[in-house]
């Protein structure tokens, strides 16, 4: 079969020009998470919403993604890629105009999940095309590179911009900037594409729709439980027990809809190979790890009480990490030289370094040069772990099994995400109330300390010409205040600690395993010629 041909022909012979303009429109395509993630506050504001509302709407957009990929897959096979490429941009043209407008936090939610399925249009032909000027042994791990590159980079640039702008002009114009990149996408993809391929147009018979559905609906369920589950006590809320209920039903319904689809979305027989649920396991534990990362830009928010700016300048070092170490990984990995568990040994230990100091030097006035390291540090373990974990989970299922390994992993970042929501939540709140029971215990007419303290500031206030009632109540909400910062920074530290040891643990669990594994091995080897001479 002749190989479809994709670009015009004045720029097909420009290896790098082709590239350079392929990697544009994947990052502005992927702009829409990062601009997104920093309209919250708007949203709060203006809508009437809650934190959870937001969070909600976000994890929306992923559950538009997560069903669409492989539906979406055999879309591009049937459509021209220019005229496919081009409806994905106008699609988020018209979301991000609609969402100028809207002034619902349910519409608003809706227009997250569409902005879903029009960035599915828009990111999945450009990694096929990204992918068709790759070698071809080299076009998993480098075109896994530049995905994961770009939606963790593309987030630090944008906010970095959206900082910016914040600062000078109304949160909108956010928008209008991203229309401009769209209509330069849509520009660069009507002079860089040919409008016909020569590629057979594949028919769209046995397209898993009802799965698809069953799928979304399911993780609509599962996130409403996930995130307004710590705040409405789990499962004595009547809402929770539902959408539990809600996510089982339609998990199963999705589960026996693949089981007799001829081509289902979700090929449940890679559960059946071990390697490719240890991958799993590793990607989970990879991505609720690295998440600790939200901790500290919010500690630097709140305790600190730094800009959006400075906080994506610290960003810029993680992501500086992550670039060179993923850069690095890539080539470890080209050569075929280095075993996975290199890799993670590596990318845990760099992951338990960056715990191990957050904790330990974690205090009310850190400075911006003393986080500078550990962030590095976090980015480098990203790009030493990520891609390696990912071809170790796809290359253990068979390539019948088509984009089943790519869904998988896609909902397990999605499931890892929500957890690490709950959870980090949860922990926060559970180690907040026990150190703040702890404090108070020493909060009386007993405790030298306090009444040391009370003393003094009765007397500042009183050298400001302030009365003795207001004085005691600026001394008290100056004491709670005080405390409340104590009690955050103790937990950040214990959960911290509690993500160390986690890393350990898995660090020697991967030594030990690879050793039993290689024990068992030179085991068989000397059984095997007994056996044959038996």
Known sequence: MEKPDYFNSWINGSEWGVRICLCLILICSLMQFGAFALTQNYVIASFGAQPEDVTLALQITYVAIVPFIAIQFRLFQYFETRSYLLAGIIACILINILSLQVRDVVTFTVLRFLNGLSLSLMSGPMLILIFSRIDPEKVQIIGLSILYGAILGNGVVIGFGAALIDTTLDWTVIYYFLIAFLFLCLLLTLILLRPGNGRPSLPLDHLDWPGGIFLAAALVAFS???????????????????AALAAALF??????????????????????????????????????????INLVYNYTGTILQWSGRQQMELGFFNLSGLLSFMWLSAQMMITKKHSTRRFLIAGFGMLLIYHLYIYLELTPDLAFEDLILPM????????????????????????????????????????ATLNSIAGLYTLQLNYNQRYKEGFLNYLTANDPA??????????????????T???????????????????????LRTIFLVFSVTILVIILAVLFISSAYKTRLYLKSLIAPWNNHQ
């Open 469 to 491: 009632e207001q004085g005691s109540a600026l001394t008290i909400s100056g004491i709670v205040r005080s405390l409340g910062v104590q009690q955050q920074l103790l937990t």
């Open 450 to 467: 306090f009444v040391e303290r009370l003393n003094s500031a009765a007397q500042f206030f009183n050298l400001k010409t302030v009365t």
């Open 251 to 292: 998990f199963s319904f999705f589960i026996y809809r693949e089981l007799r689809a001829k081509i289902p979305i979700v090929d449940l027989s890679v559960f059946r190979y071990r390697t490719f649920i240890s991958g799993l396991l590793l990607l989970i534990a990879y991505y609720g790890l690295k998440d600790s």
């Open 376 to 415: 590095f540090l976090h980015g480098a373990a990203s790009g030493m772990l990520f891609v390696p974990i990912i071809i170790y989970t796809l290359s253990s299922v068979p390539p019948t099994t088509g984009t089943t390994g790519i869904v998988v992993g896609a909902f397990m970042r999605f499931a």
């Open 224 to 242: 409403y439980t996930m995130i307004y589950g710590p705040k409405y006590y789990w499962f004595s809320d009547a809402r929770i027990r539902s």
